[in-house]
């Protein structure tokens, strides 16, 4: 079994920056690609960004790109979110998952991934 982990999530203006941070347990993660993912209040768990096995290859949703970067630490079994000029219409519980199969492509589909953490509140405030 795989235990996720999210920390780093907060209070924030907008404009402001947060780094998140899903450190896993129970098993070694560096041949499966991992995701951030996202789910407002109401609202579906959307993709927010995806990194391969490697780190070689990442994802980003359209509504996020040049402003999150998404990273991993295969030598720490974490995978990490840097955001930056964060809006109000950032506000979710953000979660990290992995896809247990090894060396697979980015998936932005919620229902394609195995193991996920509890996730953590982000809230911009304007």
């Known amino acids: 079994q795989v235990q996720l982990v999210e920390s780093g999530g907060g209070l924030v203006q907008a404009g402001g920056s947060l780094r998140l941070s899903c450190a896993a347990s129970?098993?070694?993660?560096?041949?499966?690609?991992m995701g951030w993912f996202r789910q407002a209040p109401g609202k579906e768990r959307d993709f927010v960004a995806g990194?391969?096995?490697?780190?070689?290859?990442?994802d980003y949703a359209d509504s996020v790109k040049g402003r999150f970067t998404i990273s991993r630490d295969n030598a720490k079994n974490t995978v990490y979110l840097q955001m930056n000029s964060l809006k109000p219409e950032d506000t979710a519980v953000y979660y990290c998952?992995?896809?247990?199969?090894?060396?697979?492509?980015?998936?932005?589909?919620?229902?394609?991934?195995?193991?996920w953490g509890q996730g953590t509140q982000v809230t911009v405030s304007s």
């Open positions: 998952a992995v896809r247990a199969r090894s060396y697979s492509y980015i998936r932005k589909n919620a229902g394609e991934y195995d193991y």
């Open positions: 129970g098993r070694t993660l560096s041949t499966y690609p």
């Open positions: 990194i391969s096995a490697s780190g070689g290859s990442t």
